[in-house]
């Protein structure tokens, strides 16, 4: 049974930092990318950060570029997205996202991420 579960999001003030954590379980890890979405209120889930299998390639979106860092480690089966310098416009639900093609495409079930100024 594939699981995804997100942790770390939470209420945190402009300028500060928090953790994302997603453990995954149920397929093997190392031969997934991983991703991080959000999706803020009245908006379309977006693509935030991408880490391809064995940590070759990072890719983010130019907002977070220089804030947000993309890490995974394949002995625990966990992809980390350490936030930092966060902004009101970060505020969203954070969703982790394993992809190996358009069959084996997995999703958590999101954690909020609060922003106040």
């Known amino acids: 049974q594939v699981q995804l579960v997100e942790s770390g999001g939470g209420l945190v003030q402009a300028g500060g930092s928090l953790r994302l954590s997603c453990a995954a379980s149920?397929?093997?890890?190392?031969?997934?990318?991983m991703s991080w979405y959000r999706q803020a209120p009245g908006k379309e889930r977006e693509l935030v950060a991408t880490?391809?299998?064995?940590?070759?390639?990072?890719n983010y979106v130019d907002s977070v570029k220089g804030r947000f860092t993309i890490s995974r480690d394949d002995v625990k089966n966990t992809v980390y997205l350490q936030m930092n310098s966060l902004k009101r416009e970060d505020t969203a639900v954070y969703y982790c996202?394993?992809?190996?093609?358009?069959?084996?495409?997995?999703w958590g079930q999101g954690t909020q991420v609060i922003v106040s100024s």
């Open positions: 996202n394993a992809r190996r093609n358009w069959l084996d495409d997995y």
């Open positions: 149920g397929f093997t890890f190392s031969w997934y990318a």
């Open positions: 880490i391809t299998s064995a940590g070759r390639s990072r």
